[in-house]
């Protein structure tokens, strides 16, 4: 178990390693492969030659691109000085880059996003799990039936509606109509009622999309487990329905939905983008689309390695789950 | 000035339609005692174009701006958005600002920091002012002559200050011979030599030529004062030091901003500034449909951008809330142009075929239509600048009410030596959508001379290295390229040089597109500048608007307008021209 576990943390050092470089590579890399001036992004509207030869300086642009990452890498741990003659700006360890359109350092911008996104995923985790999971295994107990059907019907709507038009109608509807809910405004440190209530409809909307999956997931993986032999075998020693379902075919079930909810969760640490615009949530998701449109290279940058850092440890989370859930699989 | 209108907005048109059709459904439930308030109060379609719409001196309150699209720094000397320039005046004064009054009286300029207009002398080369005596910086220090000298000259460090105008720098220092006060080796760092200051409160500007519009320049907030001690580099745009009414009490980048009141700061000194609310905040937000709704809902007071109101709130914001609407100029041109460098478009004939041919109907159909769009534009010079001229129609295009002159088109075609028309290709910026609309509508508009010109969209985040570089432009085959322009400053200088005046084609960053270089306009601008009259001035503007037309090289779309939203709540609102239709912030009150 402890070989296992120290391999498979070795493996995320080297893949979050390899990440970076090819993030790095496709923003510092690429664009000077197609002839345009990445130090072109970071002068605003008037591109002065001075600005740009500045900028270039300053982030070190005209240095090999491996040189460039080492520089990155090396930052991340020790921190990093950014200098162009007596303008010096700098960035404390761990540097994820510095911000030229904002004049900010990366890492504690990250730091302020992240909350926002967590809190945004958590919340609407808790609804989608219980919610899809339970509308699944109902679905399929009551396969056939009215209740099946229109949960599904529900359940295809949610998949198949974009989270901008859900977001914008239950805004429309609960909160400017009938001003049930707020707007996802207040920080949870300075009102945590109004922080609860604004995230209401961002929870909602957000695990509605995915409810819907988990039902779908839900209700195909327990009609499959239901057919096993071993469920016939537990009901024919006279089982009773709720152990037979709750205790036998829920963990064969919960299986394939455990994997799904491992990375889901890790790519939702990225940022809930769609959300995250719909509802202003000043996220990770809502940030790498702003940054995005600014060319902000080096928020991109921050915002894509600590996505890829949560989907890579939500994969071995998950994997070292599946011993939990299921005995049959031994981590070796 | 071609980017800080930017809308961030770009749904599909289909969601749009939904989001309309949501929008409208919600309105008309009728319970919504919110809106039925911001209807009753408020004081009328367009009540703030050309008057003052809620005029009040009443104090207090907090005035809420929200905003899709962060400046590009608060920095005076760092900023170049528009919205960024008018909202400045909060926080930084200058020698001279802007009068503050309804739309082309506003483009006067009236004493800010100084006690009077300029002492202008040895042939308008010499610009003397006195400072007023109770101006003083957020901690009561009085600002100086020499806070003055420092902020102008932290645009010479071009490598640490970069992004605003260098105007000043190109009238002051044309050889940039000067290196900034970061590397100035004199002791107090006020090695300019144009600008000397031999006391506290004088300072005088020796410029090696005369230009007429010098004063406007010192009007932007690149000309706004620096205390030497408070400068924090590349940073000072995250807290940039008052000496205006408010202070910035905290900051967020993309997330808020909250003033107070500096009470350091003396009424009795600004006749500008009405400083009327207590407090001033900007929530910075990602949905621009929401942001609409939350602005007819009454939550906010008004877009901080001023891009206009958006496509899904539009109908509904103009059948139900007409009266707290304002349908103004922004003092922006739309159009098309033709680089004389990409055959057959050195041929004056080839470029008129493309003029009579255009649908201008459809081409401000595609612009949003006569209200948020604006009004088909027959010349090059917006109608707030002096020497323009709405009228001036060389090629008939209001005479025709906008529609293609199809006939015409092939006579030119003929005369061009095409008579079944050429090939071409139509350059646009593709994160514009409205832009891409206008290209499509050329497209068609064209094909029916037989014209056939293929769309292709650019990276709009890189319009200096492509439509920029005249290299580009002749290698990718851009026969038309569609922009906007504004001008930085409301004269035939501010708006026109750069576009038409040969000796600004640069080899990156370019906005003369068209490579225009004629002598005799060139020398209408150098007669126009060297004059000190405004009226005179804009006499030989007109001039040059005329030979501009007759070069036959812009093929202009609209006047641009925008639908922006005055909410019930706000006082003293007017759109003024010098601030490209925006509200004058600096007037803006509150009702409680």
Same mark, same amino acid.
């Given at each position: 178990?402890?070989a296992y576990l ?7 050092i080297?893949?979050?390693l390899v ?10 890399l ?12 970071f ?8 600005a740009?030869?500045g900028?270039?300086?300053k982030?070190?642009l005209d240095?090999?691109?491996l040189v460039?990452?080492?520089k990155?890498?090396?930052g991340?741990?020790?921190g ?23 004049e900010?350092?990366v890492w ?5 996003w992240l $909350? =926002?996104?967590?809190?945004?995923? !958590? ?6 799990? *219980?919610?899809g #999971? ?7 107990l ?33 909160s400017?109509?009938?001003g049930?809910?707020g ?5 949870f440190?300075?009102?945590p009622g ?7 409809l961002p929870w909602?909307s957000?695990a509605f ?7 779908r997931?839900t209700?195909a ?12 075998t ?7 329905? $709720? =152990?037979?379902?709750?205790?036998h !075919?829920m963990?064969s079930?919960?299986?394939? *939905?455990?994997? #799904? ?6 790519a939702?640490m990225?940022g809930?983008v ?8 000043h ?13 902000d ?7 894509t ?17 599946y011993?939990?859930?299921d ?6 | 000035?071609t ?6 907005r770009r749904?599909a048109?289909?969601?749009?339609v ?14 919504d005692?919110k ?5 009753a ?5 367009n009540?703030?174009i ?16 929200v905003a899709?699209?962060?400046a590009?720094?608060?920095?005076p ?5 528009g919205?960024?320039?008018?909202f400045?005046r909060?926080y930084t ?5 802007f009068?503050?009054?309804p ?7 009236v004493?800010?920091l ?14 003397k002012?006195t ?7 957020e901690?009561g220090?009085p ?14 460090a071009?490598?640490?200050i ?9 009238v002051?220092?044309p050889?940039?011979?000067?290196k900034?006060?970061y590397?100035?080796e004199s002791a ?8 000397e ?13 005369p ?7 010192l ?7 620096v ?5 924090t ?6 807290k ?5 009414p ?5 900051y967020?980048?993309n ?8 009470d ?10 009405k400083?009327?609310p ?13 942001m ?11 877009d ?6 958006g ?5 509904t914001?103009?059948?139900d ?5 304002d349908?103004g100029?922004t003092g ?15 041929n ?12 201008h109907?459809?081409l ?20 707030g ?9 060389p ?27 050429f090939?071409?290709t ?11 609309a206008?290209?499509v ?5 064209l ?24 290299k580009v432009v002749k ?10 322009w504004?001008?930085?400053?409301p004269?035939g ?6 576009l ?10 370019n906005?003369?597109?068209?490579e ?6 060139n020398?209408?601008f ?9 009226a005179k001035?804009g ?7 005329q030979?501009?037309s ?5 093929l202009p ?12 709540r706000?006082t003293n609102?007017?759109t003024?021209?010098?601030y ?10 509150v009702?409680?």
């Amino acid at each position: 178990m402890l070989a296992y576990l120290i391999r498979r943390f070795f493996a995320v050092i080297v893949m979050l390693l390899v990440i970076t470089l090819v993030t790095f590579g496709i923003f510092f890399l690429f664009p000077k492969m197609i002839g345009t001036d990445p130090a072109l992004y970071f002068v605003g509207k008037q591109s002065d030659p001075a600005a740009i030869e500045g900028i270039r300086q300053k982030m070190g642009l005209d240095d090999p691109i491996l040189v460039q990452f080492g520089k990155f890498v090396v930052g991340l741990v020790a921190g990093r000085t950014y200098a162009n003659g007596s303008d010096v700006t700098q960035c404390a360890a761990p540097c994820f880059g510095y911000s030229f359109k904002t004049e900010q350092e990366v890492w504690p911008l990250l730091t302020d996003w992240l $909350p =926002v996104t967590l809190s945004l995923a !958590a919340g609407a985790v808790v609804l989608w799990v *219980i919610g899809g #999971v339970a509308t699944g295994v109902i679905s399929a107990l009551k396969r056939g039936t009215v209740l099946d059907r229109s949960a599904m019907g529900i359940a295809l709507a949610g998949v198949s509606l974009p989270i901008y038009f859900t977001g914008m109608l239950a805004i429309a509807l609960f909160s400017d109509q009938l001003g049930w809910f707020g707007r996802p405004e207040a920080s949870f440190a300075a009102d945590p009622g109004s922080w609860f209530n604004g995230m209401i409809l961002p929870w909602i909307s957000l695990a509605f999309l995915y409810a819907a999956m988990y039902a779908r997931l839900t209700r195909a993986t327990m009609l499959e487990v239901l057919n096993e032999d071993y469920i016939r075998t537990a009901r024919a020693k006279g089982l009773t329905e $709720p =152990v037979v379902i709750g205790k036998h !075919a829920m963990r064969s079930t919960m299986t394939p *939905i455990l994997t #799904v909810l491992g990375l889901d969760l890790g790519a939702l640490m990225g940022g809930a983008v769609l959300t995250e615009y719909t509802f202003s949530l000043h996220g990770l998701g809502y940030s790498a689309v702003r940054a995005i449109s600014d060319h902000d290279l080096p928020v991109i940058l921050g915002i894509t390695l600590i996505s890829a850092f949560f989907v890579v440890a939500a994969n071995l989370v998950v994997d070292l789950l599946y011993a939990v859930i299921d005995p049959r699989v031994r981590l070796s | 000035m071609t980017t800080h209108r930017t809308s961030k907005r770009r749904l599909a048109a289909g969601t749009a339609v939904v989001l309309a059709a949501m929008l409208t459904a919600t309105a008309c439930g009728g319970s919504d005692t919110k809106k039925d308030e911001g209807k009753a109060g408020a004081s009328g379609f367009n009540a703030g174009i050309g008057k003052v719409s809620n005029a009040s001196d009443k104090k207090g309150g907090e005035l809420k701006f929200v905003a899709t699209q962060e400046a590009d720094s608060w920095d005076p000397q760092r900023g170049y958005y528009g919205f960024m320039w008018d909202f400045a005046r909060y926080y930084t004064r200058q020698l001279v600002s802007f009068k503050p009054a309804p739309g082309g009286e506003s483009t006067e300029l009236v004493p800010d920091l100084a006690a009077g207009k300029a002492e202008i002398s040895d042939g308008g080369k010499t610009y003397k002012y006195t400072l007023k005596d109770n101006v003083s910086w957020e901690d009561g220090s009085p600002v100086t002559a020499q806070d003055i000298k420092y902020g102008i000259e932290r645009t010479w460090a071009q490598d640490v200050i970069s992004g605003g105008p260098v105007y000043l720098m190109q009238v002051l220092d044309p050889k940039t011979e000067y290196k900034g006060p970061y590397k100035d080796e004199s002791a107090d760092k006020l090695g300019l030599k144009a600008i000397e200051t031999p006391d506290a409160k004088t300072i005088i500007f020796k410029l090696p030529q005369p230009n007429g519009d010098f004063e406007q320049m010192l009007a932007m907030p690149a000309a706004s004062p620096v205390k030497q001690d408070k400068d924090t580099a590349a940073k000072y745009g995250l807290k940039p030091f008052s000496n205006g009414p408010y202070k910035i009490d905290s900051y967020e980048p993309n997330k808020s901003m909250k003033l107070s009141r500096n009470d350091k700061w003396k009424p009795e000194s600004d006749t500008i500034r009405k400083a009327l609310p207590d407090s001033i905040s900007v929530t910075f937000m990602a949905n621009a449909d929401d942001m609409d709704k939350r602005l007819m809902n009454g939550e906010f007071d008004l877009d901080l951008n001023a891009t206009g109101i958006g496509q899904a709130a539009r109908a509904t914001a103009l059948k139900d809330h007409k009266a707290n609407l304002d349908n103004g100029q922004t003092g922006f041109i739309r159009y098309a142009v033709f680089p004389q460098t990409v055959a057959p478009f050195d041929n004056i004939e080839c470029r008129k075929a493309v003029i009579y041919a255009a649908d201008h109907k459809s081409l401000q159909t595609a612009r949003g239509g006569p209200q948020a769009g604006g009004d088909i534009a027959p010349n090059m010079l917006p109608l707030g600048i002096k020497g323009s001229d709405g009228k001036y129609d060389p090629y008939e295009v209001l005479k025709n009410d906008g529609k293609p002159n199809v006939e015409k088109a092939k006579e030119a075609l003929k005369a061009c030596g095409k008579p079944e028309g050429f090939k071409t290709t139509i350059a646009v910026r593709n994160n514009k959508p409205v832009e891409v609309a206008t290209a499509v509508s050329l497209q068609n508009a064209l094909k029916q001379v037989g014209i056939d010109a293929q769309v292709d969209q650019f990276d709009g985040a890189q319009t200096s290295g492509i439509i920029g570089s005249p290299k580009v432009v002749k290698e990718k085959g851009y026969g038309i390229i569609i922009m906007g322009w504004g001008a930085d400053f409301p004269t035939g200088q501010g708006f026109s040089q750069p576009l038409v005046d040969g000796r600004f084609i640069l080899q990156s960053g370019n906005n003369n597109f068209s490579e225009l270089n004629d002598p005799a306009i060139n020398g209408l601008f150098d007669q126009a500048i060297a004059e000190t009259d405004p009226a005179k001035a804009g006499d030989i503007y007109k001039q040059m608007n005329q030979k501009v037309s007759e070069a036959a090289v812009y093929l202009p779309f609209v006047y641009d307008k925008t639908i922006t939203w005055r909410s019930t709540r706000l006082t003293n609102a007017y759109t003024s021209d010098a601030y490209n239709g925006r509200y004058d912030y600096a007037s803006l009150g509150v009702l409680k």
